[in-house]
């Protein structure tokens, strides 16, 4: 049974940070990439950040880049999203997600979301001003 566990999230003023984790198991997860992404009150959901299966490539949505860094450990199948310089438009409930396997992506196509077969359930982050 697969499953993504994610965590970290929180309140936080404008300027700070966190760091979300999101824990998978019940497959392999070190041959899948995988992606955060984000989904605001009233909003569609957006991809936010995607990662290779090896970690060596990156993708980054435009309202994060240079303020978010996505990054995976696969020996502890774990994904991470380390967010600062947070702002008050990135309060939403933030997602990690698994590519299918075999899936192959570039650039923005990484975020579409037809690509990812399981997702968590979601840790909310919320950013005041």
């Known amino acids: 049974q697969v499953q993504l566990v994610e965590s970290g999230g929180g309140s936080v003023q404008a300027g700070g940070s966190l760091k979300l984790s999101c824990a998978a198991s019940?497959?392999?997860?070190?041959?899948?990439?995988m992606g955060w992404f984000r989904q605001a009150a009233g909003k569609e959901r957006e991809g936010v950040a995607a990662?290779?299966?090896?970690?060596?490539?990156?993708y980054y949505g435009d309202p994060v880049k240079g303020r978010f860094t996505i990054s995976r450990d696969n020996a502890k199948n774990t994904v991470y999203l380390q967010m600062n310089s947070l702002k008050p438009e990135d309060t939403a409930m933030y997602y990690c997600?698994?590519?299918?396997?075999?899936?192959?992506?570039?650039?923005?196509?990484?975020?579409?979301?037809?690509?990812?077969?399981?997702w968590g359930q979601g840790t909310q982050v919320t950013v005041s001003s």
């Open positions: 019940g497959y392999v997860f070190s041959v899948c990439g």
């Open positions: 990662i290779s299966p090896s970690g060596s490539i990156k």
């Open positions: 997600a698994a590519r299918r396997s075999g899936a192959v992506c570039n650039g923005r196509a990484c975020f579409q979301r037809d690509l990812y077969a399981y």
